[in-house]
C-alpha cells in the first residue's frame, strides 16, 4: 500500500488523524499541543517523562512518582492509592480524565513531574532551552511496540466492528501514519538530543529496563537527583514498582481513568520478544527494512 493511500485510510476513520508539524494526532489532540506550546512555562527542576506509545511509559511513570516521592514505606504508597497515569498527567490527555487531577500542572509546585507523548520538536521552547528542566525518555522495539499497541488500541474499541487487522496496523506503523507517528523520527529526536545534553536528557530502553531493572532504576534515581542512600530503599522501589505488582493492583484491575480506556488495558504481558507470537514473516521483514532504513548512521539499534 502507497503512504497516500495509508493517509487515506487514516483520515477515514472514526479517530481522524491530521498532520501537524511532522507528526499525527486527532484534532482536539492537536489544538491542545498547539496551546501547551504556546503558553506552557517550565520551571527549575522540572521533569519532564516522554515515549511514543506502548513504550514502557506506565512502568516508567510509577517508578519515577516512587522516586521522586522519596519515602519508600508501604504506609506512602502513592501506587495503591491511583493509576501511575494519575500521579504523572500525560500534558495532551489532561482534558480527558474522569477524575480531577490533583493538582493543576501550571500552578503546582517544583519539582513538578509529567509526561508527555509528543516529538522533542513541539516541546514548548521554555523547556528545551532550561539547563534545569530533566527529560526522560523511553523506547522499546518497534516490533513489540506494533504488538503492545494493537493489542492496546483492539482492547478498548466499543465495538467489534472497529477491530483494525494486526496487517492494517503493521502498514500503519511502517508508514508512519498513526497516532503521535512516525515513531522512528521520533524516536531519533530524543536520540540526538540526548547525545547532545546527556546530562539534561536521559535516553532508556525498555529492553534494558527488564534485563537489569536494579542498574536502570539506580540510574534514572541518580539523574533526577535522588540517588538512593542504600540497597534496601532500592529494593523497595523495585518491589513496589515491579510489573507483575502493578497489573495486581486493584487500582489498575478495574475503573477507567479515562473515559474510553480502562486502566487494565495498560498491563498485558509486558516481556520482550512478544511479537514473534503475532508477526507473520512477512511482516517482521516489513518492519525490520523500516528499521534499517530509519536508524542508518544514527548509533541506535532498537
Known amino acids: 500500500m502507497q503512504v497516500d493511500e495509508e493517509i487515506q485510510r487514516a483520515l477515514s476513520r472514526k479517530d481522524k488523524l491530521c498532520q501537524w508539524e511532522g507528526f499525527w494526532a486527532t484534532p482536539s489532540i492537536i489544538k491542545g499541543v498547539m496551546v501547551f506550546k504556546e503558553t506552557f512555562k517550565s ?4 521533569v519532564l517523562l516522554a515515549s511514543s506509545m506502548k513504550t514502557g511509559t506506565t512502568w516508567l511513570k510509577a517508578i519515577c512518582a516512587c522516586i521522586m516521592q522519596g519515602n519508600y514505606e508501604e504506609e506512602e504508597d502513592l501506587l495503591v492509592k491511583d493509576s501511575p497515569h494519575f500521579h504523572v ?3 495532551e490527555a489532561i482534558n480527558y480524565l474522569t477524575k480531577t487531577p490533583a493538582q493543576d500542572l501550571y500552578t503546582m509546585s517544583s519539582p513538578r513531574l509529567f509526561h508527555t507523548h509528543l516529538p522533542y520538536r513541539v516541546l514548548p521552547n521554555s523547556i528545551k532551552s532550561s539547563d534545569n528542566c530533566k527529560i526522560i525518555y523511553i523506547t522499546r522495539n518497534p516490533k513489540d511496540t506494533t504488538i503492545s499497541r494493537w493489542h492496546f488500541f483492539n482492547y478498548n474499541r466499543k465495538h467489534l466492528k472497529d477491530f483494525v487487522p494486526l496487517e492494517e496496523d503493521v502498514e500503519s506503523f511502517a508508514n508512519g501514519v498513526h497516532l503521535y507517528g512516525p515513531f522512528f523520527e521520533h ?23 527488564k534485563m537489569d531493572p536494579r542498574k536502570e532504576v539506580a540510574k534514572i534515581a541518580l539523574f533526577l537527583g535522588k540517588p538512593f ?9 523495585l518491589k513496589k514498582c515491579s510489573l507483575e505488582r502493578l497489573k495486581n493492583l486493584e487500582v489498575n484491575k478495574s475503573g477507567s481513568l479515562f473515559s474510553h480506556l480502562h486502566n487494565s488495558s495498560y ?33 541506535l539499534e532498537l
Request: charged share 35%.
Open 229 to 237: 542512600s542504600n540497597e534496601e530503599d532500592l529494593e523497595k522501589v
Open 187 to 209: 524516536v531519533l529526536e530524543y536520540w540526538e538530543e540526548s547525545k547532545k545534553w546527556p546530562q539534561k536528557i536521559l535516553f532508556l530502553k525498555y529492553e534494558d529496563l
Open 89 to 91: 498527567p500525560t500534558i
Open 267 to 299: 498491563f498485558r504481558k509486558g516481556v520482550v520478544g512478544d511479537w514473534k507470537n503475532h508477526l507473520t514473516p512477512e511482516m517482521e521483514k516489513q518492519i525490520d527494512k523500516v528499521t534499517s532504513l530509519k536508524l542508518q548512521g544514527s548509533g
Open 43 to 46: 520551571n527549575p527542576n522540572d
